[in-house]
């Protein structure tokens, strides 16, 4: 199974801040990943597919990056309702595996 | 809107099997992958496998000896089934819709999940 490696696992940042979240994929896996945002007691909510496309109604200081193996998910200007945990999904092969988060907090 | 509703009991005992339901509503559930996420408290996802409207499946190698996944297309219903289960598989279990696109892969709409306890 191909492993996805997030990085950090946790950080604290303030409103306004750049945040930058990476993935690293065991093998290529071309452009197809995906982010997700999880809030406490809520189901996970896409927000990057194919690496780099916003999905629908995401606020456009979400942007993702990267192919092969190295990936980022950057949030332009951290605001009070981003503070969530991410998770990274390979989407290439069989099984699909996710990172293991990255857990945004206030600072 | 498409929405994903599971349903079934929060509560298991060791060694039986697990079975929950998925219900989609105000879309079609053909030309989709439906799939079961599980939530350990505390942890990361876990991705346990899919079925396809036509009813063709691939699962989790670390679950596939105990998972069943079926669909119904008649009642816009999948559901999951897990054997055996022990504590290790108490989680929040969601379920998913995955499109498989070319180019687009993704999860982009979940139910809002539901907590199974394994315990006696």
């Known amino acids: 199974a191909i492993q996805m490696t997030q990085s950090p696992s946790s950080l604290s940042a303030s409103v306004g801040d750049r945040v930058t979240i990476t993935c690293r994929a065991s093998?290529?896996?071309?452009?197809?990943l995906g982010w997700y945002q999880q809030k406490p007691g809520k189901a996970p909510k896409l927000l990057i597919y194919?690496?780099?496309s916003v999905q629908s109604g995401v606020p456009s200081r979400f942007s993702g990056s990267g192919s092969g193996t190295d990936f980022t998910l950057t949030i332009s200007s951290l605001q009070p309702e981003d503070f969530a945990t991410y998770y990274c999904l390979q989407d290439y092969n069989y099984p699909l595996t996710f990172g293991g988060g990255t857990k945004v907090e206030i600072k | 809107q498409v929405q994903l509703q599971e349903s079934g009991p929060g509560l298991v005992k060791p060694s039986e099997t697990l079975s929950l339901t998925c219900t989609v509503s105000?879309?079609?559930?053909?030309?989709?992958?439906w799939s079961w996420i599980r939530q350990p408290p505390g942890k990361g996802l876990e991705w346990i496998g899919y079925?396809?409207?036509?009813?063709?499946?691939n699962y989790n190698p670390s679950l596939k000896s105990r998972v069943t996944i079926s669909v119904d297309t008649s009642k816009k219903q999948f559901s999951l089934k897990l054997s055996s289960v022990t504590a290790a598989d108490t989680a929040v279990y969601y379920c998913a819709r995955r499109v498989a696109a070319r180019p687009i892969y993704c999860f982009d709409y979940w139910g809002q999940g539901t907590l199974v306890t394994v315990s006696s």
């Open positions: 093998q290529d896996i071309r452009n197809d």
């Open positions: 194919a690496a780099s």
């Open positions: 105000g879309g079609s559930i053909s030309n989709y992958y």
């Open positions: 079925i396809y409207y036509s009813g063709s499946t």
